[in-house]
């Protein structure tokens, strides 16, 4: 089973609510990764979670919140957001990443959620 | 640093005709290289990864790439495309020392029937 599932498969907020997005995967990976991509663009690294601990932030800003409560499921918490925000946020999964040591493994994508900001 | 650049942001092809969607590396390490297809409103399959175990990569749903040192290049190739090939392809570059994949900036591929 190489899949990763996300939920809600779309979403629309307003700049004042707090929603959050939701990703499971059951492969065993210790490696989740949030990115965000815009229309006719490649993906955008967020945050890397790598055995459940926060190990890359590419600089996003606060009103994005990423939590890991277990080894299968990762979080994005939204609060504040713009409506520059609006895009395809995916997430992915690989096999275990700690920084600074070895083995490129590919990593699995989600079918993404689609966030509308008005 | 890792780079990857994409020629061509949009290639078209007639139905049945070869398949083929450049991709060249910059790496100061071996690196590893990936295909990624999206289809509208979906994530990223992967498509095939070289990890270079063989410089011939042959990947899902007909394709393959050659890694080609001397070239810095990781061409994807499909002798004969179909319909449902249309899609939006994504070169990717890692290495053993990094915890991130570095994608290229896409390349549209139409399908001509």
């Known amino acids: 089973d190489t899949e990763v599932t996300q939920t809600p498969k779309h979403l629309v907020m307003g700049m004042t609510n707090k929603k959050s997005l939701k990703c499971e995967q059951h492969?065993?990976?210790?490696?989740m990764y949030w990115y965000k991509q815009k229309a006719k663009k490649p993906p955008e690294l967020m945050f890397v979670?790598?055995?459940?601990?926060?190990?890359i932030n590419e600089s996003v800003p606060s009103r994005f919140s990423p939590e890991c409560p277990n080894s299968s499921l990762l979080n994005l918490h939204l609060h504040a957001l713009q409506p520059e925000d609006s895009a395809l946020y995916l997430c992915?999964?690989?096999?275990?990443?700690?920084?600074?040591?070895?083995?490129?493994?590919?990593?699995?994508f989600g079918p993404g959620t689609r966030l509308t900001v008005t | 640093a890792q780079s990857v650049t994409q020629l061509g942001s949009h290639v078209s092809v007639s139905e049945g005709a070869l398949v083929l969607l450049r991709c060249n590396y910059s790496?100061?390490?071996?690196?590893?290289l990936f295909w990624y297809v999206q289809y509208p409103n979906q994530g990223l399959q992967l498509l095939l990864k070289?990890?270079?175990?063989?410089?011939l990569v042959k990947g899902i749903n007909g394709f393959e790439a050659e890694f080609k040192k001397s070239e810095t290049s990781f061409h994807l190739t499909k002798p004969s495309a179909h319909m449902s090939d249309a899609a939006e392809y994504f070169c990717a570059v890692s290495d053993s020392s990094a915890s991130k994949i570095i994608f290229g900036s896409g390349t549209r591929l139409s399908i001509r029937p």
């Open positions: 492969m065993g990976h210790r490696a």
């Open positions: 979670y790598s055995y459940e601990k926060l190990s």
């Open positions: 790496s100061s390490v071996p690196p590893y």
């Open positions: 992915a999964s690989s096999q275990d990443r700690a920084l600074g040591q070895g083995s490129s493994y590919e990593q699995y």
């Open positions: 070289y990890t270079s175990a063989a410089t």
